[in-house]
């Protein structure tokens, strides 16, 4: 005994040894083939294809950034001011500080002899232009040359579409503001286009000489300038930090936006994490649609090895050494899976640079990021852990004569604890992942926790599908009777149906109402009541000639006018703005410049909700009336002060009242409202819009149009249409990426639908044969199986649409602040579509049962 003892091994030694043997029998095991697998591998290949693709790429893109940063920017740092040049102590602490080029930009109207005119975004240059990178252009030639004055006219660079939108040629001529133009090329590429933004037309760009030659530049009007350095030393970065102190240090009240290369484009990259997180999203809703899939191709597997594990707890093998054994199995299935959605997820990025790297707008630079991968990996292993402990543990107590019994009477006990720990502590390790590893935790949260009710849900369906036909009165029909019986018989196929279809349905309704209600809006809705034109810098000396002009041409148009400025807000209750703690759908607010506008009255489309309005009188302090939802999300209340810098000049008023504003009648509507006298002495300009009756026609805005035009060439008319067109436009490119993106989910919910049909063909068999021992015909047969398909698929469906429904009505009508309207064409259509799959998928498999002969299958019993 002492010697027995003495060799014995630790407890922790016999743990390895027995999972050492686990895996070498879950190998041999696993050598008979992977037949039931397939939607297992295929379901974990997809969603953590998904993950990696998407992390890959976007650190590819945000490491593109990076590296381009210089070009991307235009030079090592800018200095960016609105509506105002720099002043001379500005610009010569400037030139002081390293190479410097000086740029502008801002909207206008482009016309051509004939009368036609577009939209453009008119950039001016100087000859220093650009610091980093290169201007390729259609001939190519030294951008000096292709900019120069010619005559009366001025040299301009064009992008492609604008010779498409007027129907022009290279060499031909344009009018902006008092300044003619000859389009002596087209743009191919410009360096630092990123760091401008999304713009409203296309690009003209021009020489600081003709700029000005055009007339726009009037005190006020909305123009932004870029000063940008290109800074001395081995340390850049080091450099632009220092300049920035040096910079706020010596003019605090500047308003300038600084920006340093390694920031070169704030705004994209907040927006490629947000389309990460979303994708990533879509990733996760993959995997836990295939989780379902997980779930079945372990029971079912099980089901299948019932002799075996029957075998081996005859030979004394424990509960526990059987669960070892499988579930090392189906860790190392969802290995197999896991590397092949790793391996086609970290091309992505390569496959992207190699057939789009010409043409794609951002900088790409694809390597493999083993992080990346390693988390994509992780969130499968923690999805199939998830889901395959429940069944897995099943197995642990399960008699031997009850595994002999199972084809007959499964037994549903649950496992035991352990295991059910087990599969919480994944799932609460997945949602942790899921919300640490986010860019929004909030909306993560928000999702994992949406995830688990939805999932909740459709399990409580399937059980009240299985309760009420369990209970339904006997049919006088013998297929209605089987078809009912169907749905709730021992390992019915109702939970898995209902599951992985109502999933599937509730996202792909969601999209469509989403996608429904954008579209109506910016194609149907808005414009019946969205202001026919928006006139831009409106010179405050002449706004009485220009009410008069527009009263005389459109006489029967609603028109509207106020005054513009453009400001930063810098502090809130003498917090500086990027110390303020804020909540994220409000952070818009404080990232660059924002329209404001002074008023006696409350502005139209506008209602007060606390405090008073201030009155066409009020000559006192300055006071601010502040857009409610903006005012939550930085935590502002009624006595609350913001200070605002506005053409270099901070000036701080006090929140008087809190309003909510009808942003859906694309009338001149603002955040920020200031009493009047706020701005006394500041140059500005004012924007007005144009109504015509019924939208007017070409005829009506033609005459409106040219006569602004010839009597002030620097005001830029806006068409309301033309730019809804645009949004529209990129609107629809990002529901088609969403589409697309949400399409690898709705792969996932037909690949678990479809396996769990199939796993379930061995009881079809089953009862096909001993149905057709009985009497029954193919006919009956197939009628009851249409029958339980039409019900379980309905009662999914349903689901679906509700769920989805509901969903498209938060995001719609409380993120968007849009009228919701339900899409009943396109949701009835995909409703039916998705029955029609179940249906087709579940007769593909029972036509097969039926061709089984009984004899063959009578005998393996």
């Known amino acids: 005994m002492t010697a027995?003892?003495?060799?014995?091994?630790?407890?922790?030694?016999?743990?390895?040894?027995?999972?050492?043997?686990?895996?070498?029998?879950?190998?041999?095991?696993?050598?008979?083939?992977?037949?039931?697998?397939?939607?297992?591998?295929?379901?974990?290949?997809?969603?953590?294809?998904?993950?990696?693709?998407?992390?890959?790429?976007?650190?590819?893109?945000?490491?593109?950034?990076?590296?381009?940063?210089?070009?991307?920017?235009?030079?090592?740092?800018?200095?960016?001011?609105?509506?105002?040049?720099?002043?001379?102590?500005?610009?010569?602490?400037?030139?002081?500080?390293?190479?410097?080029?000086?740029?502008?930009?801002?909207?206008?109207?482009?016309?051509?002899?004939?009368?036609?005119?577009?939209?453009?975004?008119?950039?001016?240059?100087?000859?220093?232009?650009?610091?980093?990178?290169?201007?390729?252009?259609?001939?190519?030639?030294?951008?000096?040359?292709?900019?120069?004055?010619?005559?009366?006219?001025?040299?301009?660079?064009?992008?492609?579409?604008?010779?498409?939108?007027?129907?022009?040629?290279?060499?031909?001529?344009?009018?902006?503001?008092?300044?003619?133009?000859v389009l002596n090329a087209t743009m191919l590429r410009e360096p630092d286009r990123l760091a401008g933004g999304v713009g409203f037309g296309p690009r003209v760009m021009v020489s600081q000489e003709a700029l000005r030659a055009t007339g726009l530049l009037q005190p006020g009007s909305l123009v932004r300038w870029i000063y940008r350095l290109r800074l001395a030393g081995a340390d850049p970065a080091g450099a632009a930090e220092a300049l920035t102190?040096?910079?706020?240090?010596?003019?605090?009240?500047?308003?300038?936006?600084?920006?340093?290369?390694?920031?070169?484009?704030?705004?994209?990259?907040?927006?490629?994490?947000?389309?990460?997180?979303?994708?990533?999203?879509?990733g996760l809703t993959a995997l836990l649609v295939g989780g379902v899939g997980v779930a079945n191709s372990t029971r079912h597997y099980l089901d299948r090895k019932r002799d075996t594990i029957a075998t081996l707890k005859s030979l004394g093998a424990t509960g526990g050494q059987v669960v070892t054994l499988y579930f090392a199995q189906i860790l190392l299935l969802a290995a197999v899976g896991g590397a092949i959605?790793?391996?086609?997820?970290?091309?992505?990025?390569?496959?992207?640079?190699?057939?789009?790297?010409?043409?794609?707008?951002?900088?790409?630079?694809?390597?493999?990021?083993?992080?990346?991968?390693?988390?994509?990996?992780?969130?499968?292993?923690?999805?199939?852990?998830?889901f395959a402990a429940w069944p897995l543990g099943r197995a642990h107590d399960v008699p031997v004569s009850a595994l002999f019994r199972d084809a007959v009477t499964p037994d549903q006990r649950r496992p035991r604890r352990r295991y059910i720990a087990v599969a919480v502590v994944a799932a609460l390790a997945l949602a942790a992942l899921a919300v640490g590893a986010s860019y929004d935790r909030r909306i993560a949260a928000a999702f994992v926790a949406s995830a688990v009710a939805v999932l909740i849900l459709l399990r409580l369906v399937a059980s009240g599908v299985m309760l009420l036909a369990r209970r339904a009165p006997r049919a006088r029909s013998a297929v209605l009777r089987l078809a009912v019986a169907n749905i709730h018989r021992p390992a019915a196929l109702t939970p898995t149906v209902v599951i992985s279809l109502g999933l599937g349905m509730a996202l792909l309704v969601t999209i469509l109402e989403v996608d429904g209600n954008l579209r109506r809006q910016l194609t149907a809705t808005l414009p019946e009541r969205a202001p026919s034109f928006f006139f831009l810098d409106i010179p405050s000396a002449e706004t009485a000639r220009f009410d008069a002009l527009v009263k005389e041409r459109a006489p029967g148009a609603a028109f509207e006018r106020v005054p513009m400025l453009r400001g930063r807000i810098v502090a809130a209750n003498g917090v500086k703005a990027e110390d303020l703690k804020i909540k994220p759908d409000a952070s818009w607010a404080l990232h660059g410049d924002r329209g404001i506008t002074y008023a006696g009255t409350v502005p139209a489309g506008s209602r007060v909700i606390q405090g008073t309005w201030w009155g066409p009188d009020y000559r006192g302090a300055p006071l601010l009336s502040l857009e409610s939802k903006i005012a939550d999300g930085l935590g502002?209340?009624?006595?609350?002060?913001?200070?605002?810098?506005?053409?270099?000049?901070?000036?701080?008023?006090?929140?008087?009242?809190?309003?909510?504003?009808?942003?859906?009648?694309?009338?001149?509507?603002?955040?920020?409202?200031?009493?009047?006298?706020?701005?006394?002495?500041?140059?500005?300009?004012?924007?007005?819009?144009?109504?015509?009756?019924?939208?007017?026609?070409?005829?009506?805005?033609?005459?409106?149009?040219?006569?602004?035009?010839?009597?002030?060439?620097?005001?830029?008319?806006?068409?309301?249409?033309?730019?809804?067109?645009?949004?529209?436009?990129?609107?629809?490119?990002?529901?088609?990426?969403?589409?697309?993106?949400?399409?690898?989910?709705?792969?996932?919910?037909?690949?678990?639908?479809?396996?769990?049909?199939?796993?379930?063909?061995?009881?079809?068999?089953?009862?096909?044969?001993?149905?057709?021992?009985?009497?029954?015909?193919?006919?009956?047969?197939?009628?009851?199986?249409?029958?339980?398909?039409?019900?379980?698929?309905?009662?999914?469906?349903?689901?679906?649409?509700?769920?989805?429904?509901?969903?498209?009505?938060?995001?719609?009508?409380?993120?968007?602040?849009?009228?919701?309207?339900?899409?009943?064409?396109?949701?009835?259509?995909?409703?039916?579509?998705?029955?029609?799959?179940?249906?087709?998928?579940?007769?593909?498999?029972?036509?097969?049962?039926?061709?089984?002969?009984?004899?063959?299958?009578?005998?393996?019993?």
């Not at 602490?93 to 577009?118: H, I, N, Q, V």
């Not at 009240?253 to 490629?272: F, H, K, M, T, Y």
């Not at 061995?762 to 009985?774: C, G, S």
Request: charged share 15%; hydrophobic share 50%.
């Open 636 to 861: 502002l209340k009624l006595g609350d002060t913001v200070t605002v810098n506005v053409l270099g000049r901070n000036i701080t008023a006090t929140i008087g009242n809190i309003r909510t504003v009808d942003w859906q009648s694309l009338g001149i509507n603002f955040v920020l409202v200031f009493s009047p006298g706020a701005f006394a002495g500041a140059p500005h300009t004012d924007i007005a819009t144009v109504t015509f009756p019924d939208g007017g026609t070409p005829a009506e805005e033609a005459t409106l149009l040219n006569a602004v035009a010839q009597t002030w060439p620097g005001i830029t008319p806006v068409p309301v249409k033309d730019a809804l067109d645009q949004v529209a436009g990129v609107v629809g490119n990002l529901v088609r990426a969403v589409q697309a993106a949400s399409g690898i989910t709705l792969v996932s919910a037909v690949l678990v639908l479809a396996g769990a049909l199939a796993a379930g063909h061995r009881h079809r068999v089953y009862d096909a044969v001993v149905l057709k021992t009985l009497g029954a015909t193919r006919r009956q047969l197939v009628a009851a199986y249409l029958l339980e398909y039409l019900m379980i698929g309905a009662a999914a469906v349903l689901f679906g649409v509700f769920a989805g429904s509901v969903a498209g009505w938060r995001i719609v009508a409380g993120l968007m602040n849009l009228p919701f309207v339900w899409q009943a064409g396109p949701t009835i259509a995909a409703a039916l579509g998705a029955l029609a799959v179940t249906v087709a998928c579940g007769l593909v498999g029972t036509v097969s049962a039926l061709g089984r002969k009984p004899a063959a299958v009578l005998r393996g019993l």
């Open 245 to 282: 102190e040096t910079a706020n240090r010596r003019f605090p009240d500047a308003g300038w936006d600084i920006r340093a290369s390694a920031n070169a484009s704030p705004q994209l990259e907040r927006n490629i994490d947000r389309f990460t997180q979303f994708l990533t999203l879509v």
């Open 341 to 386: 959605g790793l391996g086609l997820g970290a091309v992505l990025p390569y496959a992207l640079a190699g057939a789009l790297g010409a043409v794609l707008p951002l900088p790409l630079a694809p390597t493999l990021h083993a992080d990346v991968l390693a988390l994509a990996l992780l969130y499968g292993l923690l999805t199939a852990v998830t």
């Open 4 to 181: 027995v003892a003495a060799t014995a091994p630790e407890p922790s030694a016999g743990a390895v040894a027995r999972w050492r043997i686990g895996l070498r029998i879950a190998a041999r095991d696993l050598r008979g083939g992977l037949r039931g697998f397939g939607v297992f591998i295929a379901c974990m290949a997809l969603g953590v294809m998904t993950i990696a693709g998407v992390g890959s790429l976007s650190r590819s893109l945000t490491e593109g950034l990076a590296q381009q940063g210089r070009a991307i920017l235009g030079g090592d740092i800018s200095f960016t001011l609105v509506q105002r040049e720099a002043e001379p102590a500005e610009q010569a602490f400037l030139a002081g500080a390293g190479e410097l080029s000086a740029a502008a930009a801002m909207r206008a109207l482009a016309r051509t002899g004939d009368g036609k005119s577009t939209l453009v975004e008119l950039k001016s240059v100087d000859a220093a232009y650009p610091l980093y990178g290169a201007v390729e252009t259609d001939p190519p030639a030294a951008l000096a040359g292709l900019l120069a004055r010619d005559g009366d006219a001025y040299g301009a660079i064009v992008d492609p579409l604008l010779l498409a939108r007027l129907g022009l040629e290279r060499g031909a001529r344009v009018t902006i503001g008092s300044a003619t133009l």
